[in-house]
C-alpha cells in the first residue's frame, strides 16, 4: 500500500463517521473533542480547538472495512489556517503494544504524488477528501491502533486523530 494510501486511510477512518449517523454509530462527547465508534472501528479527534485543522468526521465504505476490498474513505474538515509546503504528519501504527510501522510523511510532497484534488498551499475553509484505496487481503485477523499526529511547516501542531481497527471482530476466538 503506498503511503499517502496508509495516510488516508487512517485520516479516512479518524474523520468521517458522524457524516452518516445511524443506530449503531453514535457521536460521544469527550473533553478534546467528538470519538466515533462501532463494532470493528472507531477514531477519536485527539486535537485541540485551536489545531489549524479541525477533522470533522470520517465515514467509510464498506463499514466495517474488510480486508481485500477497496475501502473508501470520506473526511470531513475544516482549514483554519493555510497549510504549506513543509507540512508533515507523522503515523504509528500498532499490533497490540507493538509498533510495526513508524513513518512520517510530507502531506504536500504526498497529495503532489497521488494526484490528489487538494493541493499546497490549502486554503483556508471547509474540505471534503474521498479517497478509496485496495486493502490487502493478507491484513491479519488482529486489532490496529493508528497514531495521525499532523504538524505545520513551523512544527506547530496541526492536527491528532486516533484510530482502532479490529479485524478480529466477526472471527471465532478461542480463548
Known amino acids: 500500500m503506498r503511503p499517502f494510501s496508509l495516510l488516508v486511510a487512517c485520516l479516512s477512518i479518524a474523520s468521517s463517521s458522524l ?44 463499514d466495517p472495512p474488510q480486508p481485500g476490498k477497496d475501502l473508501t474513505v470520506t473526511v470531513n474538515a475544516s482549514v483554519e489556517e493555510e497549510i504549506v509546503e513543509g507540512a508533515y504528519t507523522d503515523v504509528t501504527v500498532k499490533l497490540g503494544l507493538v509498533r ?28 471534503t477528501v474521498v479517497q478509496t484505496v485496495a486493502l490487502p487481503k493478507e491484513i491479519p485477523k488482529a486489532k490496529f491502533k493508528v497514531d495521525v499526529l499532523g504538524y505545520t511547516a513551523d512544527d506547530e501542531d496541526m492536527l491528532c486523530v ?3 481497527v479490529d479485524f478480529m471482530k466477526g472471527f471465532p476466538r478461542f480463548w
Open 162 to 164: 486516533k484510530l482502532t
Open 19 to 62: 457524516a452518516l449517523i445511524t443506530e449503531e454509530q453514535q457521536p460521544m462527547q469527550v473533553a478534546n473533542g467528538p470519538v466515533h465508534t462501532t463494532d470493528s472501528w472507531d477514531w477519536e479527534n485527539c486535537g485541540l480547538d485551536t489545531d489549524p485543522v479541525q477533522i470533522i468526521s470520517i465515514q467509510v465504505s464498506p
Open 100 to 127: 510495526i510501522l513508524k513513518k512520517r510523511f510530507d502531506v504536500c510532497e504526498e497529495a503532489r504524488n497521488a494526484n490528489a484534488t487538494i493541493q499546497c498551499p490549502v486554503e483556508t475553509g471547509p474540505y
